[in-house]
């Protein structure tokens, strides 16, 4: 059925799954660089995103993990076939394994939940934090689909997080960086949005998002959108005139 529906390759696959005209590279990009007021040439790369014929390669610089990402139907990527792809940063780097576009999938946090609404995968989220506040989360908190918190029973909690094939989550601490909860799960996908500086440049992440669904084609329309409509809003802001204040002695 996933070959009927072209989640999967069938043997109609010709070697090359994802086209160029879909490919995302480094975030933030250059027209986020450009348009964006808080980053300058100087802001480092916060995720690298390279393909290759049958599988991507997310390069997250905080958690210091790499996550490979193979196409549905298709065979996993040797570690010499990553590396002419994407080799890993410092020998400290992690990679994990996940087969797209994914079917089940756990958001721990509320950050994450715009972006898997803008990509239409709400229907692939088992479990969600119980502070979303959007009305199909709320609707799937009701059927039995909320997360258990964390200070709760921690054996629901890991069992529920065991079901997904990937789990969205911060790192624990950014100051000092602590990501320990994210290595500590060979699902965990550190979801870096909120502790990026600038607002567009945390908008682009639903691409990093997108890559796992192979949403692509739909982030990029998304953030189209996102993107001209932030210009417009820069261009036609009054400029603001500081209050001025006068000491008579």
């Known amino acids: 059925a996933r070959v009927d529906i072209q989640e999967c ?5 010709d070697g090359v799954f994802f086209p160029l005209t879909t490919r ?12 964006d ?7 480092p790369v916060s995720l690298a995103m390279d ?28 570690e010499a076939e990553i590396d002419a792809v994407k080799s890993k940063p410092s020998s400290v780097y992690v990679r994990k394994y996940f087969t797209v576009p994914l079917q089940v999938a756990v958001a721990m946090g509320t950050s ?6 803008e990509l239409d995968v709400q229907d692939r989220v088992a479990y969600v934090s119980e502070y979303a506040v959007g009305p199909c989360w709320q609707m799937a908190e009701s059927c039995g689909s ?40 060979a699902n965990g996908v550190h979801f870096k949005a909120s502790q990026v500086a600038g607002a567009l440049h945390a908008a682009e992440y639903i691409k990093f998002m997108a890559a796992f669904f192979n ?6 329309e998304f953030f189209t959108t996102v993107r001209e409509s932030y210009v417009s809003s820069l261009l036609t802001a009054q400029p603001f005139d500081p209050p001025v204040v006068a000491w008579i002695s």
């Open 51 to 78: 393909y290759g014929d049958n599988f991507k390669v997310l390069t997250d610089d905080m958690a210091m993990e790499q996550y490979v990402l193979t196409q549905c139907g298709t065979q996993t990527p040797s």
């Open 9 to 13: 390759a069938g043997e109609s696959y």
């Open 146 to 185: 909320q997360l258990e918190s964390s200070f709760g029973n921690a054996t629901v909690l890991v069992n529920q997080l065991d079901e997904a094939e990937a789990v969205f989550m911060d790192c624990s601490s950014t100051s000092p960086v602590d990501c320990s909860n994210v290595a500590a799960r």
């Open 112 to 117: 994450q939940l715009h972006f898997l609404e």
């Open 215 to 220: 949403k692509e084609d739909v982030a990029t």
């Open 24 to 35: 995302f590279g480094s975030l933030p990009s250059a027209e986020v660089v450009d348009a």
């Open 37 to 43: 007021p808080e980053l300058d040439s100087s802001t």
